[in-house]
């Protein structure tokens, strides 16, 4: 390969990561610091109710995700990848570092946690746009033998911000002690998380959409002709729609990879301290340790799957994870430091073994010209029902039930009856063609089904 077409491929993989790094650092500020956000934000006098208003105020803001995927997946395959990826960090940026400046509840009483609540909304909305942007920039933009690799070396990325953050947090408690952190230090991560999306924005200017995006995009114009603007709205629709069987696939193979994640970066941290007795510090270091487990090994998983294909490493995730869920928390809420590392470890390998699979895969069953919005759409939509009720659905469980492993018992279950049907119905896409998918685009001579791309003005001017 010569020197240009190296130096072009690490800047692909450079800008996808980089906005991955500014989104996931955003969004992780809020789950590491739950327990400080219930102090400030809600009511005081009751603990664990506060805890659960945190945990339902992380699982409202996945309520806009499939409206952010709607939205700008239709952008995305409208005016191109970059329009997306461009603009998501900057609405992330936003959200994070309004939390950073909002008074707390003591300050002005019930208005604190409906301002909570809208940057919260507006943090979904952008991640609903991020992860289908990026996931169809990196795919379209890789070689066909390693589109794996180059996914699972840019999703790396999207966790070592939550590590560290985690760093931060320490050093930050370390730093300032623990009664200035509490009281001002918290919003430091929030106002920081602000300029790295600036940052990822400046970068990611500088990028140009992926050929395979553009070819895709004329050829498609060519196939459905401009209708009446009137009906704009019902043909994007229809396109999206068309490609229904992939978007139910995406939902049914979510789950695995949805609940260990959330569980891993959105909920061990309270659970070590809540249930295990850990302090704070240490907690930290054990989560931001296994995490980075997660970031090393998908890189490398990425690399097999390419080898291997996706449905092999599909099913092994899927089983180890299912395997896993008991001991995993058996271990994390076991009071040891070492048991903490390795039960959360647990859930990081077999998340690193499916996601390798699944971030590439899910992005394989659609079709270029739909592929933002078909993906964007029911990806964010799986995310929202499995991933962002994790948290608080296993704190309700804890507190109904009063066993600390309950939420293993949740995780296997939805694995068991939704991902592993999932994983079984998925054909195997490791060398389908990204123009047609495996599912093929609907035929030329059928009605139209959406309005042209002004994308081919694009592709023809390139």
């Known amino acids: 390969m010569s020197q240009v077409h190296q130096h072009s491929d690490r800047r692909k993989k450079l800008g996808g990561a980089i906005g991955e790094i500014g989104t996931q650092f955003d969004y992780s500020v809020y789950a590491l610091m739950a327990p400080t956000i219930a102090v400030h934000f809600f009511p005081a006098g009751n603990p664990a109710a506060a805890i659960l208003g945190t945990f339902a105020v992380y699982a409202l803001s996945f309520v806009a995700r499939p409206f952010g995927g709607a939205l700008f997946g239709y952008v995305g395959d409208k005016f191109g990848r970059l329009a997306v990826l461009s603009w998501t960090v900057v609405l992330m940026g936003v959200g994070t570092m309004l939390i950073g400046m909002i008074p707390t509840y003591e300050s002005i009483g019930i208005a604190a946690t409906l301002i909570l609540i809208f940057c919260r909304l507006l943090q979904g909305l952008s991640i609903g746009g991020e992860t289908t942007g990026v996931e169809s920039y990196i795919v379209e933009s890789a070689p066909a033998t390693k589109r794996a690799s180059w996914m699972g070396a840019v999703k790396s990325f999207s966790y070592w911000p939550v590590a560290a953050v985690a760093a931060i947090i320490f050093g930050l408690r ?200 078909g993906h964007g759409i029911s990806y964010n939509l799986s995310v929202a029902l499995f991933g962002g009720t994790t948290p608080l659905i296993a704190a309700t469980l804890i507190s109904l039930t009063g066993n600390p492993v309950s939420p293993a018992f949740y995780a296997m279950a939805l694995i068991g009856l939704i991902g592993l049907v999932g994983v079984w119905l998925v054909p195997e896409t490791r060398n389908t063609d990204l123009r047609t998918s495996v599912y093929g685009l609907p035929s030329s001579d059928s009605e139209p089904i959406v309005e042209a791309s002004d994308s081919t003005k694009v592709a023809n001017r390139s």
């Open 174 to 373: 370390s730093a300032l002690g623990e009664e200035a952190f509490e009281a001002w230090g918290w919003r430091i991560p929030f106002i920081l998380g602000g300029v790295v999306a600036v940052v990822g924005y400046v970068l990611r200017r500088t990028l140009e959409d992926p050929d395979e995006f553009l070819e895709a995009a004329a050829e498609y114009e060519k196939m459905t002709p401009r209708r009446d603007s009137g009906n704009a709205v019902s043909g994007a629709l229809r396109g999206t729609f068309s490609t229904r069987k992939s978007m139910v696939l995406v939902i049914l193979l979510q789950p695995p990879y949805a609940i260990g994640a959330y569980l891993l970066s959105g909920y061990m941290y309270t659970f070590v301290v809540s249930q295990g007795g850990i302090a704070a510090t240490s907690a930290l270091l054990s989560n931001m340790a296994a995490i980075m487990v997660l970031a090393a090994l998908l890189p490398v998983i990425g690399i097999l799957c390419d080898w291997l294909g996706r449905k092999p490493m599909y099913y092994a995730g899927a089983i180890w994870l299912l395997v896993a869920a008991y001991p995993a928390f058996a271990l994390a809420g076991s009071g040891s430091v070492a048991g903490a590392f390795i039960g959360q470890a647990l859930l990081a390998v077999g998340l690193s073994i499916y996601g390798a699979a699944m971030f590439t895969g899910m992005v394989e069953i659609f079709p270029t010209a739909l592929r933002c919005r």
